[in-house]
């Protein structure tokens, strides 16, 4: 049923009310005016906010603190750990005024010579995490090296076969996506995202539609990596039949 103005009832109120629902959203509330175009007015005014989400008005979080979004959180069975020191830190402050200046200051205050990586783990975080897990709409931005020093590691031809050996002896097609990755340098995204239909074993070679910088290219297949995809090959379908 629509919205509708309700006349006055005779000895109860001199006001017209509002009763019906819109979008789903039930209404049963005085115009607050005895004049009818007003509530005409009023009318239109609480389906609007209806249409922005503002009505019924949610309970605002002004009153609330740190300290009452932090016991929540962890009422609700997450993590405790790093949250004994933020709730030292923001203790009593209202969720309102935490905003990213006052969680990079806590991070600086609370571990002052410490890492990035160290800094986001303890306050970025759990920070975030607390303000999300009561309705906090916010986006926290990490410091500039959190995700630490990048590592570029290698495996030695002996390494490289012994784990493609293991990995045979459990599963043969994940030896073969192994080697595949070892021969061909694809991205585990790109082997597991290939079909058959881009595979062509007698020119050896494979074509990958989307890598890391969006654009495609064809990758050389080795003739011993040929003759361990022939056996599986297929008419269509993807190559491998993990997912990532």
């Avoid at 039930?26 to 239109?44: C, E, F, I, M, N």
């Avoid at 006052?102 to 975030?128: E, G, L, W």
Wanted: proline content about 6%.
């Amino acid at each position: 049923m629509p919205l509708k103005i309700v006349p006055p009832r005779a000895g109860k109120t001199p006001n017209y009310s509002i009763r019906g629902k819109y979008l789903g959203i039930s209404v049963d509330r005085s115009a607050g005016t005895p004049k009818k175009s007003v509530a005409d007015q009023q009318l239109k005014k609480l389906e609007a906010a209806i249409e922005r989400g503002e009505y019924p008005e949610k309970p605002k979080l002004q009153s609330a603190t740190f300290l009452s979004a932090a016991v929540a959180y962890m009422k609700a069975g997450r993590s405790r750990r790093y949250v004994a020191k933020l709730i030292e830190y923001f203790g009593e402050t209202e969720l309102s005024l935490i905003d990213q200046d006052s969680i990079d200051a806590a991070a600086a205050a609370i571990y002052p010579n410490v890492s990035p990586a160290t800094r986001n783990v303890a306050v970025y975080t759990p920070v975030s995490a607390i303000l999300h897990h009561v309705g906090v709409d916010i986006v926290v931005r990490r410091p500039k090296g959190h995700k630490g020093k990048a590592k570029t590691l290698f495996l030695l031809p002996p390494d490289a076969f012994a784990i493609i050996r293991a990995a045979n002896a459990i599963d043969e097609e994940m030896g073969l996506l192994l080697t595949f990755l070892l021969y061909t340098g694809c991205r585990i995204g790109e082997a597991l995202a290939l079909t058959w239909e881009r595979v062509s074993l007698d020119e050896r070679l494979a074509y990958i539609e989307t890598s890391k910088n969006g654009d495609p290219r064809t990758v050389r297949l080795t003739q011993e990596l040929c003759e361990l995809l022939g056996p599986h090959k297929k008419a269509a379908g993807k190559v491998f039949r993990f997912h990532q």
